[in-house]
């Protein structure tokens, strides 16, 4: 069992910056994939960014692509996004996620998920 909890969400104008965070219950092992995920009202939840634990490659959505980083810190066993140039179409409940033993991009994939913390971004 993996819990997450998310934190850093809040309310900002368009153009600023947040920065998520996302410490997990246990360390995170190598060949697991950390993954953040939004989802806007009356949309389906989507991707946003992962990263592979142990060889910190990433993934990102083209719709963020510039302006989002993840990252980790193996110490905290925590996953960070930063969050930058926020646009209104941001706006969203942003959801952190660990899959077990793989790489993944999709929601499916995922085996424990985090409450969600909600950013909202004022145009």
């Known amino acids: 069992q993996v819990q997450l909890v998310e934190s850093g969400g809040g309310l900002v104008q368009a153009g600023g910056s947040l920065r998520l965070s996302c410490a997990a219950s246990?360390?995170?092992?190598?060949?697991?994939?950390m993954g953040w995920f939004r989802q806007a009202p009356g949309k389906e939840r989507e991707f946003v960014a992962a990263i592979v634990w142990s060889a910190g490659t990433t993934f990102y959505a083209d719709s963020v692509k510039g302006r989002f980083t993840i990252s980790r810190d193996y110490a905290r066993n925590t996953v960070y996004l930063q969050m930058n140039s926020l646009k209104p179409d941001d706006t969203g409940v942003y959801y952190c996620?660990?899959?077990?033993?793989?790489?993944?991009?999709?929601?499916?994939?995922?085996?424990?998920w985090g409450q969600g913390t909600q950013v909202t971004v004022s145009s």
């Open positions: 996620a660990c899959a077990l033993d793989q790489i993944a991009a999709v929601a499916a994939a995922y085996d424990y």
């Open positions: 246990r360390r995170t092992r190598s060949r697991d994939t």
